[in-house]
């Protein structure tokens, strides 16, 4: 919404005059300033206004580098580094699939090649990277005309924190590392050296050719909503609130980034876009959007909670689940000046955890598809995995 004009009438009352899109059309006409105000930084809570909301300088492509309307899978730094890479490779030559997002960093810390980076920051990392000719794989991909996206796993990092368990979040009632629910260890997101590990990672893979770097878990860890911050010590020495810790780290990133001419993505909930907070993990949409070139919600319908969106059990509603995360996504996009390309990830696997699941195949796949299409949402990414793919569901 944009305030265009005001008048004040003769009773003292003050009107705006105001413009806004409902996203087909746009629609103009007048709001007594009783209802809204001036700057949405207003309507802030303390912690999101002191967060950078001004336009940012952005590349809108780069000549040698040029922009990708992608449509991608997600490899495993094993089925980058084997038998099922040419697999993949001819799947994607029969669909619309133009796109490889590869673990150059995992969930666990490993890396997919040896490099100087995890030498000297994690060389425990480098012991079990499976790729030895990092070149023949970027040849590879680039002959058979696949965009390549780097994945790098930010601060959930097992490996780093095996190295310099002060570098952990402390447990206070056990004294121990913190553990998330699947049993590894996250890191700070406030140790700087742990952000130049990232960002050094990232630089590597600019290096050997990859065309955008697209950071993961660049969050704190879940904590009910911040209801375990209490038993948490995140070792927040110099009081940084959690969405300013990670806006910083993401804004440092793209400062030294962007110069290689790659671009920079960032994965957050799909739930995101449709709260009001950080959801105690510090990711506020605006905020993570006005600084990279692509946001990247998670869009997994059986990650939603049950009744969201009037959904009884949303993973049963693929196409309802994400058409209205979709729209809260391009609402929310549209409070600032330069927000980010949004490009969800999309499920391509059956949740069979999740009461009350349906089975994944071609035809839901293609309605989370739809659904973002028609929010003018044109990029996805699917999420399997394990790498098996519905190839029918992207002919």
């Not at 995890?118 to 990277?129: D, M």
């Not at 990232?202 to 009910?224: H, I, L, M, T, W």
């Not at 196409?319 to 980010?340: C, L």
């Amino acid at each position: 919404m944009n305030i265009v004009g005001e008048r004040t009438l003769e009773n003292g009352e003050l009107w705006y005059n105001i413009e806004y899109s409902d996203g087909k059309k746009d629609i103009t006409g007048w709001i007594n300033s009783e209802y809204t105000v001036k700057d949405r930084q207003d309507l802030l809570d303390e912690t999101y206004r002191r967060l950078d909301f001004s336009p940012q300088k952005k590349a809108k492509e780069y000549p040698n580098n040029p922009r990708v309307e992608t449509r991608g899978i997600y490899l495993t730094i094993y089925s980058a580094s084997g038998s099922r890479l040419d697999s993949l490779i001819e799947m994607a030559k029969k669909t619309k699939i133009n796109t490889f997002v590869i673990d150059v960093k995992e969930d666990r810390g490993l890396v997919l090649f040896p490099n100087e980076t995890a030498a000297k920051y994690s060389p425990k990392a480098n012991r079990q990277a499976p790729l030895k000719d990092i070149e023949g794989l970027m040849k590879k991909l680039k002959d058979n005309g696949i965009y390549a996206i780097a994945r790098i796993v930010c601060f959930k990092d097992p490996t780093y924190v095996d190295q310099f368990p002060d570098r952990a979040i402390l447990d206070k009632r056990t004294g121990k590392p913190y553990k998330s629910r699947d049993g590894l260890i996250w890191a700070s997101p406030h140790d700087k050296n742990l952000w130049e590990y990232n960002i050094n990672m990232a630089k590597e893979a600019a290096a050997v050719g990859f065309n955008e770097v697209q950071f993961d878990y660049v969050r704190f860890p879940a904590s009910n909503g911040g209801k375990l911050d209490s038993v948490l010590d995140y070792k927040n020495k110099d009081g940084v609130s959690k969405p300013e810790t990670i806006q910083n780290f993401l804004k440092k990133a793209y400062s030294e980034i962007s110069p290689l001419e790659v671009y920079v993505a960032a994965d957050v909930y799909g739930m995101v876009s449709s709260v009001e907070d950080d959801m105690g993990i510090g990711q506020y949409w605006e905020a993570i959007s006005n600084v990279v070139d692509y946001i990247c919600p998670m869009k997994y319908p059986s990650h939603y909670g049950n009744g969201i969106y009037g959904l009884a059990v949303p993973d049963a509603y693929p196409y309802e689940t994400v058409y209205y995360s979709a729209r809260d996504s391009v609402a929310r996009n549209r409070n600032i000046q330069t927000p980010a390309i949004i490009r969800p990830w999309i499920q391509d696997f059956t949740a069979s955890w999740v009461s009350g699941h349906i089975k994944y195949g071609e035809k839901q796949v293609r309605d989370q598809i739809r659904a973002l299409e028609e929010n003018g949402i044109t990029e996805y990414l699917l999420w399997n995995a394990g790498n098996t793919y519905t190839e029918a569901a992207v002919r």
